[in-house]
């Protein structure tokens, strides 16, 4: 049996920057933010273009926690208030946390903000607490655009274990070497008419 | 576990005025409180959907500014001074002036304003019911920005909107298109959001998708091809594209003879279409075609005729051309350098899109209202339909607009059967009704779901000369809006969650929009308002039934499309239309046109000059070679922040987009010493707005953009719309309702002191 790796693929083609996972995320978790933010790629404001009227490209990147394989996080937190899962889902217990910010500081992503009213660090549990009653994340659920793929990516009967598989698709900074559990279809470029 | 115990789920609607989308919701309900939202189950998972504004429904419902109880004013208007009073008091005090001002001007100078109603029936059925049993003014809201849209598709098409005969088939999931041509529309973020999902799933299975629009949007980021035309020149853009197809002869002829008017014979002297009186055949408002059987003229649809599509014919001496052959002549002058250097589209791109458009198997056109918010807009929409029509791809029998009929309102009107109802008059034309009672003197004006100064052209005329004058303003509302602090009298409504409702979307479905809670406050539902004030006149027998009266009413109303579907199946989850229509080019086209065919040659229109989709000039839009007193296109995109002015004062949704902004090209503002960042004003004649700028390529050199539906106080000065004009063209007004202006007008703007 190959072990079981809870996780996400992310379609840049269908992603739209709506942000409603973002919204999502923060209605479900309430988080100080949402632990999943979208950014524009290639450019200095969202939703801004890249390139010079009208040859011009806008990319939306979704980025989140990406539970990876080799959490630096969780080496780096001196209370254990960060785990890995058996299902691969890397779990901050807000309560547990102290506040240090070491695994703010340890991860690669900047997937771990900090709640300064509460003191405590935050980040996405991939909505474990759904996982575990056979849901999806909210994000996934709420997506606009149907771009958030989750399930088990060592398994390519499930959708984003079959996505995952693709050539195209890639991880973010793989040279880190923590493994991301988040994988990305790039968008399509402009085949021209 | 016990917290889930006493969680109840009702599957209910958000209904924001997204129209054709309305979303299912599940409310979670916890001791008679919703906590929270997601996205309901549908029989299709592909319409299970949610966006950041549905999730923000308990901010709204909660929200810490709602109005919560009937207020009267006690300042000037606009101060936003108010004391609390009973519902009683404001009903009556409503029923009093409404009587006393009706006994002097009649009851057509009471007009109800009745803006977007989202995609629910009741609460604008109620008070269109009560306008009709009054028999005052029911002031149209399309005039908002809408009319130019069913404008131009009522003269070429006969139906108010084209949607369905363009796009009905990717949303209905019949159409395989090959092509997607998205002009002058951001499904990505604004209507019709629900076609996103198509269009990227008909991408996925290889169609190419163009984009035609003057900003770079979210769906022109997914475009193989993007056009960035300049505003107001759409049509030049639609005759560019005919030249290339002509030209090349890919045209669908056969779908030309049989579906348009363009083998009717059109006299050259009178720009008429020939009648069989002057063949002097019995059948004297027949059309005629050249039959190039008997190379003779002969009755249009007569049996054995084969039509000419095109040619010059002498007829009695009378020297005629088929509309085809004219609407060819005007499309022979649009070569792709002349419309390139008129659009500002590269020549090659519209070659190619032509091309592309001629040699696909199937083209879809998913169109909205952005390019027809300009002052020739409703031309620009022929112009499109035409294109559709000469590539044959209109849907034929796909009649009306996005659904079937549950958006018929006559059950409300005939509460009194043979009684006359109200008096129709559109929003743009109210202006002059209030400011100098042209055609009649309107007095007392009621307001729901408008922001009506905020989103209305023209913002300091309406301030300044509509309000003033004005004996009396009635509004509901949630909120303290820019609109609401000008009424004298403010009435508190529910929020979604709170009252119930029928919404016939998204097609081809039905949901009902079932109450979840309480109504917080003293806030009363639109239905319960207008029975409450119906009472007060001596109506109150046609509102009995409460909110679930009227969704019966429609549910009861035998019309095909909800034809036994019950309140009780609803309340489980969404019923698919139990009518729909058939989508096929191979029945005859049973459009409403004069002619009963899509009339690419108005005759109704030649003595305007718009018999055919000419580009005409813009009203302000600068275009190349006219001059024009301010440079800059001001056009107002729509942002998937805000339902026009709804959800912008959301917390949740500030953060992520927290303050109006006006896009700039770098290159202009760098000719005006202006940084991304800085403070600047953007003004015309009419006003001065001040507010941050964006530094961006995404819109056009001589462009700006700012969305539309910030609140008017959320701007440093100034507002998107007191940039605006109220200018009517007469041929919309004419046609059907002079529209609002919103993408036709020009401004300067200059770095802030």
Known sequence: MVETQLGLVIDQERCIGCEACTVACKNENLGSIGFI???????????????????????????????????????????DAIEKRQDGVVILDREACDGCRACVDECPYAAISFDEEAEHAEKCNLCAHRIDEGLEPFCVVCCEAQAIHFGDLNDPATTAGRLKRAETVFQLMPEQGTGPSVYYCPQMAPRGV | MTSEATTKLIRTVCPAHCGIDACGILAHVKDGRVVKVEPAEFPDPKYRRICLR??????????????????????????????????????????????????????PSIGWVLGGPGAGTTKFGAYLRLASLTQSTRVSAWGYGDAGLPCGSRVIFGTQFPYALLFGGLLAGKAKPDMVVVWGANPGESQPLNLMRPIMDAKANGARLAVIDPRFTVTASKADAYLGVRPG?????????MHVIFQREMHDAPFIIRHSTGPYLVRSDTGKYLR????????????????????????????????????????????CKTAFELLKELCDTYTPQKTSEITGVAPDLIVNLAARIGSSRETTFVTHM????TYHGDVSLRALGTVATVTGNVMARFKGGYLPAVLNWKPFLKAVPDKPSYSRMGILQLYDAIISGNPYPVKAVWFSFINFLNQCAHSN?????????????????????????????????????????????????????????????????????????????????????????????????????VEGITREQLMQGAMPVTAIPEMDQAFDIPFSTPSGKIEIYSEGLVEDGQA???????????????????????????????????????????????????????RDAKE??????????????????????AVSEGVSPGVVNIMQGWWIDQFAEGSVNHLTHDVINPVQEKVYEPNMHMNDVAVEIEKAE
Not at chain 2, 81 to 107: Q, S
Not at chain 2, 520 to 535: F, K, T
Not at chain 2, 632 to 657: C, K, P, W, Y
Request: with cysteine; charged share 25%.
């Open chain 1, 37 to 79: 933010r979208v950014q524009t790629q290639d450019a200095a404001q969202k939703d801004i273009p890249a390139g010079k009227f009208p040859d011009l490209r806008m990319t939306f990147m979704p980025l989140v926690c990406n539970h990876c394989d080799r959490p630096p996080c969780e080496d780096a937190c001196p209370v």
């Open chain 2, 54 to 107: 549905g999730l923000s429904s308990l901010d709204i419902t909660y929200h810490k500014d709602r109005l919560r109880y009937p207020m009267k004013r006690t300042g000037k208007r606009g101060e936003g001074k108010f004391e609390r009073i009973a519902w009683d008091e404001a009903l009556d005090t409503i029923a009093e002036k409404f009587k006393a001002i009706a006994a002097e001007h009649g009851w």
């Open chain 2, 233 to 241: 020149t759409d049509s030049a853009l639609a005759l560019g594209l």
């Open chain 2, 276 to 319: 069989g009186k002057d063949l002097g055949l019995d059948e004297e408002q027949a059309y005629v075609v050249w039959d190039t059987v008997g190379d003779r003229p002969a009755q249009c649809r007569a049996e054995g005729v084969a039509p000419a599509i095109g040619g010059t014919y002498t007829v009695n001496g009378i020297a």
């Open chain 2, 370 to 373: 952005g390019f027809t918010r």
């Open chain 2, 461 to 561: 005329k309406i301030e300044k000369e509509v309000f003033a004058n004005l004996d009396f303003i009635v509004d509901t509302e949630l909120f303290m809006t820019p609109t609401a602090r000008y009424a004298d009298i403010l009435l508190p409504v529910c929020s979604y969650l709170e009252f119930s409702d029928l919404v016939p979307h998204p097609y081809p479905y039905v949901q009902y929009q079932q109450k979840a809670m309480e109504p917080l406050y003293e806030s009363r539902s639109d239905v319960n308002i207008a029975a409450g004030l119906a009472e007060r006149l001596g109506f109150a027998e046609y509102f009995s039934g409460g909110e679930d009266g009227f969704v019966d009413l429609l549910l009861d109303s035998k019309d095909p499309s």
């Open chain 2, 612 to 666: 055919l989709p000419f580009q005409l000039d813009p009203l302000e839009s600068p275009v190349p070679g006219k001059k024009t007193r301010y440079p800059l296109a001001f056009i107002q995109g729509h942002s998937r922040f805000r339902t026009h002015s709804m959800f912008a004062n959301v917390d949740a949704l500030l953060e992520l987009n927290p303050e109006p902004i006006v896009e700039i090209n770098p």
């Open chain 2, 672 to 693: 005006r010493g202006i940084c991304d960042g800085d403070q600047v004003v953007v003004y015309n004649d009419r006003a001065r707005t001040k507010l941050k700028a």
